[in-house]
């Protein structure tokens, strides 16, 4: 478990199904990410039986953001020894209180200071203010624009 300021990271847990279906299939969270599906309660429930495989060998892994209850996920994602992808998704009750900062903030410390990568990316859709100015905040620089999305990189200036 990692641990912040105003939250906690955690692996997924089997109690979770409700949550993640909520977030999953919650249309209006679609603009923000890739996956524009609706997902059935057994993909979701082998997507956590299969969550306990590790980050170097599944190549990602969610994280779920936890107050006295999950509030979000984080996620790494296209692992790779010295590289990784970020992505954040909070519940709309919870936005707008730190918890994405907070979060972002624990991760890129234990990616850089515990998995000695190098650098985390982002992907982030141009409308997306919200997670613009979030990745921003946490240092995060635009390196490359396409279509509708621009891509960030910060690196470990260890």
Known sequence: MLVGKKIKLRSLK???LNFLMNI????DNWIYGSENKKYTIEELKNYLSNSKVG?????QFRYV????KPIGFID??????HLAYVAVIIDIGERNNGYAYDALN???DYCFNSLQLSSLKCVIDKKNSA??????????KMYYSRNKLNYYILHNNV
């Open 55 to 59: 980050l170097t060998i599944a190549k």
């Open 76 to 81: 790494l994602y296209n692992y790779s020894y």
């Open 131 to 140: 997670s613009i100015n979030l990745f921003n905040k946490n240092r995060f």
């Open 14 to 16: 089997e109690s979770d």
């Open 24 to 27: 999953e299939n919650n249309c």
């Open 65 to 68: 953001i936890e107050k006295e």
């Open 106 to 108: 624990v991760l890129i």
